[in-house]
């Protein structure tokens, strides 16, 4: 048994954790192509979820990099943010942004499109501070060679930086269709007074920018298609009958690093079924899982069993979706799932 303390995998960024657990890998640099140094840390934003900060440095040329990535799935919906800059707390909110956020300030009409910058945690200020140093990169050559268009974006610029003086309030509008953008609210867990969140449903030209596919529009003519396996090298039919599988997962409770233990079985009279089983030794949680071993049934099926005796009690009941048990409290119930009932409960003799 190991005595180590296992800590969650993504956690909290505070000075209570003076050792964060970062990873440093050596990678390529791309603008001299000599090895330079990445740096992975995997966190979690308070009120948010889990990202991963990814930092690269090349000794050699000076060239540097910062940008996040989401530590889960693209969310099911796009999501939009409207924030009232009012004061100066507002221009520290934190803000997280991924490589689809879109940044709009209608006061001066000024954008910048998704997919044109990485994603990376910055402030509401620091965006402003990023668009201007890359309006006035190369500004000095290009009063020479273009003056006109020089002095037009020096205007602009000024515009920006009166954002920051606050003189009125201005609006602050970010849209994600990945669903992974964020702004920080100072008074959570109570609502916050100027940023709105709303939901919406991406259309298919979004979905196929994300990779999402649905099977219609999945075909072989598709590049890059995943085909499906071959059903002869079915996991199914190569695990041996006595064979319990073991995998690492992240706890479900607080995070951390578990194992999970899989075995298929065929119950008596019924099918054949997945069984899971996850222990985390870091906070005692467990959880265990039945899974279908086959698809849904064509039709649905309903139980009635009327308890005559203490044995009724005893009965072993399967449930789709559920946990697997012996004695009371349990009521055999048909499971809706998409509009559609599944067959698959099992209600078996009392054992005598």
Known sequence: MCSMEQKPLFRDLTAEDPEPEMTEIESLCIN?????????????????????????????????NNEIQPGGAFAEMGVRWKLRVESNSDLNRQVVKSDYTSIKIPEVDFEIPAQS?????TT?????????????????ARRIQHPEAAAQIDAFVERLQGLRTLDTPWTLLLEDISGNCFIENPEAPTRDPRAVRSDFRRSTEQDHALGIFTREEVSDTLPGTLTPADPSQGAFD?????EVLQFRTNCPDCNAPADTNMKVTKIPHFKEVVIMATVCEACGHRTNEVKSGGGIEEKGVKFEVRVASKDDFSRDILKVHGEVGRGAGEQA???????????????????R
């Open 238 to 242: 190569r695990m041996v009958a006595d």
């Open 117 to 121: 910058q990485k994603g990376e945690v």
């Open 333 to 351: 119930t048909h499971h809706h799932r998409a509009g559609r009932p599944s067959r698959q409960l099992l209600c078996a003799e009392p054992q």
């Open 32 to 64: 001299c192509y000599k090895n330079g140094s990445t740096r992975l840390l995997l966190t979690r934003i308070p009120h948010y979820k889990n990202i991963v900060i990814m930092s690269f440095s090349c000794e050699f040329c000076g060239y540097e």
């Open 124 to 140: 509401v200020e620091g965006i402003i501070t990023r668009a201007v140093a890359g309006l006035t990169q190369d500004q000095e």
